[in-house]
């Protein structure tokens, strides 16, 4: 029996009969939402389960009647449609809901079953994956630390993970425009023991363990809102309606969301998610933390010439092409059949609004040290998103009434080691542990997961970012780059983080902009189509989609007019810049000769959210 898996169980959940269905999931067939749904409503039930009081649950009820925050909520709408919208919804009963299916939110969901398999107790595990399939909306090419993995399934190579290729060499360099440098690495940025691989094929497999443990995993379900009880905690998620049309009013096709009523709901949905933030404000979790800083990761997957493809092969830069006062590196890993992952990265508390991640990243493949790799190659895939920057002192308050911020959601990124996947999943294992102990023990009221706090303080998570939290905010003093990598050095190698401060970051990103009037401008050089390509033409690269006549999830909370009055002659339209997606356009008002229309183009969004972190005037909303 493992810890916390005592006798005190029996009152709080019920013993696992040996004739169990374990219902399938819809993982495998990438249905559209509503026919999820309607899958769901048709499953067999379970077996009748005991809630923490000791009382049946209703399998399904129908909810509350609810207020749709829609463009149609407030308009003078037909009564008929008013109430279609704000029907009620379908509500499913489970003890844990997870929202994301990335590393964090399946390592919670693979810990939970293992707990409630050791114990022999029933345990329903229920989660929702906005992707049409686990791994769908992870980016490839990673180096994966083991740590959390062996924790987690210790057999994972008799499991056939897909760690097939180690990482075998690391190389450093400074760049200048024309010559690359060797540089120590931090001890951080030794890769041994480590794997290069494929996340979004880790990611689907972790899924599919998961699966294989009994948890039910919905891809296709997008959570849309956080559900409350009347007390103020959470008491789980409402996935998006479908068959909405572009003006918020239903279409033919349209279905109600479900909603997904929980003991406990672990929030994974990744960097600057759209419910953490609502949840930030709404329980002040970033009270005793800084803010939050943030980076842009541009990456491509070509396929090398085989004559020019190392495998095991680890190799990051900084330097060139960016200023000396601009965080930014880049990384290239070989994998195994001649694929690397190339991307560059670029924090986003960058000053000078004409700078475009983007471009930068497609200049820097012509550094002679880079394009001798990819000469002879072809491009495969392309992809983009912001990453946590913030470390040690911007991890908010974990928990709340009800619920618990997992993996990159909260912030765990190791940023000198360029790492977050171990330290996601292990944050997801301990919220699992603290999750299952505290349901076991027939919690009365909303559960608040204390333990969680206590044992991630413990861990060797805490450990590892507590260590390194003084390098990035480092690199923001007058020296820049130089001034960091000296502390760096120094930090990393002799004080090992053993000093009695703490470095504060400097301003929110989106605060840092210089006027456009103060910068030099950036000059790009055309792409040749080879090494670098157009913006749109690595969009078609992306694998994202998105129907014309679906609702936009990109909202200006006040109107264009900050856009226009303030955005545009003050810093340029910095939006044209940021975007690694063309998504944003100042163009040229038909309407209004001599003046300019914001347009925003959201079926090229590729779910970056740099809009939403960037924004100088903090008006666009990822939803």
Not at 320 to 328: E, L, R, S
Request: glycine content about 8%.
């Amino acid at each position: 029996m493992m810890p916390g898996s005592s006798s005190v169980m029996a009152g709080a959940l019920r013993p696992r009969p040996a004739s169990l269905l374990v219902v399938p999931s819809l993982r495998r067939v990438a249905l559209a939402p509503a026919a999820a749904a309607a899958a769901l409503l048709r499953r067999p039930a379970l077996p009748p389960r005991r809630t923490f009081s000791g009382g049946p649950v209703a399998r399904l009820a129908a909810s509350p009647r609810v207020a749709r925050a829609s463009p149609a909520a407030d308009a003078d709408i037909n009564p008929e449609i008013a109430a279609m919208l704000n029907a009620e919804r379908v509500a499913e009963e489970v003890d844990v809901c997870i929202v994301g299916g990335g590393p964090a939110g399946l390592s919670a969901a693979i810990r939970l079953r293992q707990r409630a398999a050791a114990a022999g107790v029933e345990l329903r595990v229920l989660l929702v994956e906005k992707g049409s399939e686990i791994g769908s909306h992870t980016l490839s090419g990673a180096v994966l630390e083991p740590r959390a993995l062996n924790e987690l399934i210790p057999d994972w190579k008799e499991k056939g993970a897909p760690l097939n290729q180690p990482a075998l060499k690391d190389k450093m360099y400074f760049l200048t425009e024309k010559l690359a440098i060797p540089i120590p690495h931090p001890p951080q940025m030794t890769n041994t023991g480590n794997y290069i691989v494929s996340l979004s094929n880790f990611v689907k497999w972790l899924g599919e363990q998961a699966e294989e443990a009994g948890v039910e995993i919905y891809p296709s379900f997008a959570a849309s809102e956080v559900l409350y009880n009347e007390d103020g905690s959470v008491a789980g998620i409402a996935t998006n309606d479908v068959g909405i049309g572009r003006n918020g009013l239903p279409k033919d096709n349209f279905e109600r969301g479900m909603e997904i009523r929980a003991k406990v709901t672990l929030f994974a949905e990744g960097c600057h998610g759209s419910l953490t933030k609502k949840l930030v404000r709404k329980f002040d979790l970033r009270k005793d933390a800084q803010h939050q800083t943030y980076a842009l990761g541009l990456k491509e997957v070509w396929e090398l010439d085989p004559a020019k493809h190392e495998a095991g092969l680890v190799v990051h830069t900084i330097g060139w092409p960016v200023d000396y006062k601009t965080y930014a590196g880049s990384f290239m890993y070989h994998l195994e059949n001649n694929l690397c992952a190339i991307g560059y990265v670029v924090s986003l508390d960058y000053t000078n609004p004409t700078l475009s991640p983007y471009r930068e990243f497609q200049r820097f493949k012509h550094h002679p040290a880079i394009k001798k790799y990819l000469e002879g190659g072809k491009v495969l895939s392309y992809g983009a998103r912001a990453l946590n920057e913030g470390g040690y002192q911007s991890i908010p308050k974990l928990i709340f009434p009800g619920g618990a911020l997992i993996g990159c959601t909260a912030g765990f990124l190791n940023v000198p080691k360029i790492k977050g996947t171990h330290t996601a999943m292990k944050s997801g294992m301990l919220a699992a542990d603290a999750a299952f102990d505290a349901i076991a023990e027939g919690t009365e009221g909303a559960i608040t997961l204390q333990s969680y706090e206590t044992s991630l303080r413990e861990s060797w998570v805490h450990k590892e970012l507590y260590q390194v939290r003084n390098v990035r905010p480092s690199f923001q003093s007058a020296l820049g780059l130089y001034g960091g990598v000296m502390w760096s050095g120094l930090d990393t190698l002799i004080f090992k983080g053993r000093v009695p401060f703490t470095f504060r970051h400097g301003h929110e990103d989106h605060a840092v902009l210089k006027p456009l009037k103060d910068v030099q401008p950036i000059e790009y050089p055309k792409p040749d189509g080879v090494i670098s390509f157009e913006l749109l033409e690595s969009v078609s690269r992306t694998g994202t989609g998105h129907e014309e006549d679906q609702p936009v999830h990109l909202r200006l909370q006040r109107g264009p007019k900050d856009q226009l009055e303030k955005n545009l002659p003050v810093f340029g339209g910095p939006e044209q810049k940021f975007c690694p997606a063309g998504v944003y356009e100042y163009l040229d008002d038909e309407a209004n000769p001599g003046k300019k229309r914001f347009q925003i183009n959201a079926s090229n969004c590729i779910h970056c959210k740099t809009c939403d972190i960037k924004d100088p005037s903090q008006n666009i909303d990822w939803t």
